[in-house]
């Protein structure tokens, strides 16, 4: 197992471009969270899947922002319309159990994405 | 509102000396509560958690943090630094009958040699 991946580590794109980012979580984890994390602060909850499933979305996700788990497995966080307050770091995390928030995620490597 | 402060944005020490970072938690019923490292660049690594018992709890990398319900505090300490300790320190905690975690702002550990 090679933990949580995410792909691209780094997106560069013009405003009003449209980015698609990936993760992978843990295979058998059947829970997924995606966090942003703008410069000089801590993590913020975007939106958590169980399975294909999404629970939850933070009102920090504008309509601008979709995000799937279309098979339960791998997930996609779309920002269509980029702007520069969209530049951060996209951090997914994945989990086995409810109440995961309890004993811990475990973290991919995170997105930077940078808007020009 | 529930909330994870941590006072101390930047720190500096000398590699070799003792760390302590500071964590003050908001919501402490049963209070579960998480250390996490960040690397320039790179994702969160959990260092180590609380949950309840030994309020002594011992993580990865030689780190230590101790639970004082008394004080609602959750500090991470070290014995001697390393200079590959220079990173981004967060706290965090489960935010109240939900399964989002709540950080605080982090601590930037700077390590001189």
């Known amino acids: 197992d090679t933990g949580v991946s995410q792909n691209p580590r780094h997106k560069i794109t013009k405003r009003g471009q449209n980015v698609t980012f990936r993760c992978d979580p843990i295979?058998?984890?059947?829970?997924l969270y995606w966090y942003r994390q703008t410069l000089g602060q801590g993590p913020e909850f975007l939106t958590y899947?169980?399975?294909?499933?999404?629970?939850?979305k933070s009102r920090l996700l504008s309509d601008r922002f979709s995000a799937e788990r279309p098979k339960g497995s791998f997930s996609t966080l779309e920002i269509q319309r980029t702007e520069q307050g969209d530049s951060a770091m996209y951090l997914c995390?994945?989990?086995?159990?409810?109440?995961?928030?309890?004993?811990?995620?475990?973290f991919g490597s995170g997105t930077r994405l940078t808007v020009v | 509102a529930q909330s994870v402060t941590q006072p101390d944005i930047h720190i500096t020490v000398s590699e070799g000396a003792s760390l302590e970072l500071r964590c003050n938690y908001s919501?402490?019923?049963?209070?579960?509560l998480f250390w996490y490292v960040q690397s320039p660049g790179q994702g969160l690594q959990l260092l180590l958690k609380?949950?309840?018992?030994?309020?002594l709890v011992q993580g990865i990398k030689g780190f230590e943090a101790e639970f004082k319900r008394s004080q609602s505090s959750f500090n991470l300490r070290k014995p001697s630094v390393h200079w590959s300790d220079a990173a981004e320190y967060f706290c965090?905690?489960?935010?109240?009958?939900?399964?989002?975690?709540?950080f605080g702002t982090g601590t930037r550990l700077q390590v001189f040699p």
């Open positions: 295979s058998e984890h059947n829970r």
């Open positions: 899947f169980q399975n294909e499933a999404q629970l939850e």
């Open positions: 609380y949950f309840s018992g030994d309020t």
């Open positions: 995390a994945s989990s086995l159990s409810v109440a995961a928030a309890n004993y811990g995620y475990t």
């Open positions: 965090a905690e489960p935010l109240y009958n939900t399964d989002k975690l709540i």
């Open positions: 919501y402490g019923a049963t209070p579960y």
